[in-house]
């Protein structure tokens, strides 16, 4: 039975997620910055409480939140899907959930954020597999930073499990890709960062930045 109460738990947590993430849709049409304390005031309930917590059982209980930054609104965009590189096949072995592949989309161009974070392309991709979904990690210079983001890098989205920040209808031009909500203040740890029992999708290099994101869950 405690594989069966496992996957109860684990559904439970992402109808959780899914919840919170529309929630977080909903609110962030007028006002990101409530959004986000929204957020950050479930995901720390989650983690605290809930059985399917990546948190080790040791670490709950001097568990005090997680480390997230204020809310900065010069890091939410809402930007286009550019077509413009060419098709790529990424396959990740997870271990726990044995190969995943990913299939490249195209791109993004997050816009300069001031003199020392210059403009940049990230990529956008698609889960290839059951249930499909849009993925889009982001590694940054604070990477390797003590006390930066965590070093395999952060999920920005990764719809397959909740995390979406919306969309908006797109340009009417021809060949016009959709548009989507980055908001770089939701970027949080994936699961292995807490659990060294999990094998996450870590950030392909098209997913490097080389400066710092001083946003979102830091380590």
Known sequence: MADARTAVETANWRWRVFALYAEVRR??????????ALWIRERDQ????HPASPLLPEHRAAFAGLPVTPYDPAWRFELEVHAD???????????????????RLGSVHLPAVGADQ????????RLASYGGGIFLPVKDALSRVPGGTYGGGRYLLDTIKGSHLGERPGPTT??????????????YNPSCAYDPAWACPLAPPGNV???????GERI
């Open 209 to 215: 930045l080389p400066f710092p994101v001083p946003v």
């Open 118 to 125: 210059p403009g940049a392309e990230l990529d956008v991709w």
């Open 27 to 36: 609110i962030s049409l007028d006002d990101p910055a409530a959004a986000h």
């Open 85 to 103: 590189r060419s098709p790529e096949r990424l396959e990740v072995d997870t271990g726990t959930d044995g190969v995943v592949p990913f299939e």
């Open 174 to 187: 021809a060949g016009a890709g959709p548009v989507i909500v980055l908001d770089l203040n939701f970027a």
């Open 46 to 49: 989650l983690f605290a409480t």
